[in-house]
Nanobody, 127 residues
Framework: QVQVVESGGGLVQAGGSLRLSCAAS????????MGWFRQAPGKEREFVAA????????YYAESVKGRFTISRDNAKNTVFLQMASLKPEDTAVYSC????????????????????WGQGTQVTVPS
């Protein structure tokens, strides 16, 4: 079983920055592709960013491209989401997810392709 725990959320003024962390248990963390999703009030959960097992490949939603950066430290079983130039529309609960290794492809932007999820952390950017 893989336990996933997010942290680092909070209230940030527009234009500010915040770093989210996601810690995942397991001896095979380096075999997990990782992703960040978010869900704003009254809206469906949407893809934010993803990173491959070795950290070489990263993917971003168009809405956050150039502002958010996903990274990972496999030695610490941790994935990060550095958020900059935050906007009110970034307000949401941010969730981290892990995908176990598979011989098949990786639908990095699809929540159904992930196997384990954290509880989420709130990010609020007031207008």
């Amino acid at each position: 079983q893989v336990q996933v725990v997010e942290s680092g959320g909070g209230l940030v003024q527009a234009g500010g920055s915040l770093r989210l962390s996601c810690a995942a248990s397991g001896r095979t963390f380096s075999s997990y592709a990782m992703g960040w999703f978010r869900q704003a009030p009254g809206k469906e959960r949407e893809f934010v960013a993803a990173i491959s097992r070795n950290g070489i490949n990263t993917y971003y939603a168009e809405s956050v491209k150039g502002r958010f950066t996903i990274s990972r430290d496999n030695a610490k079983n941790t994935v990060f989401l550095q958020m900059a130039s935050l906007k009110p529309e970034d307000t949401a609960v941010y969730s981290c997810a892990a995908k176990i290794a598979s011989a098949s492809g990786w639908y990095f932007g699809k929540e159904y392709d992930y196997d384990y999820w954290g509880q989420g952390t709130q990010v609020t950017v007031p207008s």
